[in-house]
Nanobody
Framework: QVQLVESGGGLVQAGGSLRLSCAASGFSFSMRAMDWYRQAPGLQRELVATVTSGGITDYSDSVKGRFTISRDNAKNTVYLQMNSLKPEDTAVYYC?????????WGKGTLVTVSS
């Protein structure tokens, strides 16, 4: 079955960096676009970054220039490098993919940015 397992979250000071990882299994990883979403307390889940199967990336305006999404198809893993973190980046970050009309999510990893 499809599994997405995030790791790498934690507590960091404003201006710091973190790298999130999402280990995928149960599907043909290299053929799927992968996304990172985040959900802050009291807010809706929002799309942060996407990487297509061909490696094309896209970002929300709020993270453009600070975050970088990448993938390693040999390791079935997608990454989110987060630099220049701000308190407003505090959220649970989720890995996501969509196949055959179904959405698949990891359980999330918490990122807390202190001011």
């Amino acid at each position: 079955q499809v599994q997405l397992v995030e790791s790498g979250g934690g507590l960091v000071q404003a201006g710091g960096s973190l790298r999130l990882s999402c280990a995928a299994s149960g599907f043909s990883f290299s053929m799927r676009a992968m996304d990172w979403y985040r959900q802050a307390p009291g807010l809706q889940r929002e799309l942060v970054a996407t990487v297509t199967s061909g490696g094309i990336t896209d970002y929300s305006d709020s993270v453009k220039g600070r975050f970088t999404i990448s993938r390693d198809n040999a390791k079935n893993t997608v990454y989110l490098q987060m630099n220049s973190l701000k308190p407003e980046d505090t959220a649970v970050y989720y890995c996501h993919t969509r196949m055959n009309g179904m959405d698949y999510w990891g359980k999330g990893t918490l990122v807390t940015v202190s001011s």
